[in-house]
């Protein structure tokens, strides 16, 4: 069973501050990773995709990617209350599985005002 | 506006009844997948089709049957064989940038 993992939290940050989001995945053969985010309540919205080594920044967000260590993280900078919600880190499948998408269990993040 | 559009909203379920959640999407997009999600969990799938009358069981397809008639219309079946079917259950289709959800229906057995 292939797994994608993250830190459970929650994660708590000041508003203003960075907020670091972790997440680590079995699958060598995964190509695509996104970060999801979630209100309570609410179906997840994707912010970020990620499919190359590196960064990939968007306004606030900046995803990180580095295969070697099967790792992806998601910096928001600045963080804002409004960002408080659970981040859904999700890698794709390998071979014929390329198409489905192995989420982790979520982040709650909080940034307090 | 395209998108998906899953109905209802909020449904209840008696012990021993069968209850079908609708999923229908006009982003012409072929794969479309069913993900059940419990409190403090993650998605986990359930069934997914990549064309139009195929489909495949994911993760925990167990007490629960779907179709795929049309391009933009995947309906999930929980049957009275799932045991314990109280959670938020999402649709999704996937482009190239990922998966598109709709809004999801919340299922709770009375």
């Known amino acids: 069973q292939k797994e994608v993992e993250q830190n459970s939290g929650p994660l708590s940050v000041p508003e203003g501050a960075i907020a670091s989001l972790n997440c680590t995945y079995s699958d060598r053969g995964s190509q695509s990773f996104f970060w999801y985010r979630q209100y309570s309540g609410k179906s997840p919205e994707l912010i970020m995709s990620i499919y190359s080594n590196g960064d990939k920044e968007d306004g606030r967000f900046t995803a990180q990617l580095n295969k070697a260590s099967q790792y992806v993280s998601l910096l928001i900078r600045d963080s804002q209350p409004s960002d408080s919600a659970t981040y859904l880190c999700?890698?794709?499948?390998?071979?014929?599985?390329?198409?489905?998408?192995?989420f982790g269990k979520g982040t709650l993040l909080t940034v307090n005002p | 506006d395209g998108g998906i559009t899953q109905s209802p909203k909020y449904l209840f379920r008696k012990e021993g009844q069968n209850v079908t959640l609708s999923c229908e999407q006009n982003?012409?997009?072929?794969?479309m997948y069913w993900y059940r999600q419990d409190p403090g969990q993650g998605l986990r799938l359930i069934y997914y089709s990549q064309i139009v009358n195929d489909f495949q069981k994911g993760d925990i397809a167990e007490g629960y049957s779907v179709s795929r008639e049309k391009k933009e219309s995947f309906p999930l079946t929980v049957t009275s064989a799932q045991k314990n079917p109280t959670a938020f259950y999402l649709c999704a289709s996937m482009h190239r940038a990922g998966y598109t959800f709709g809004s999801g229906t919340r299922l709770t057995v009375v």
């Open positions: 999700a890698a794709n499948g390998s071979g014929g599985s390329n198409y489905k998408l192995t």
């Open positions: 982003l012409n997009h072929d794969a």
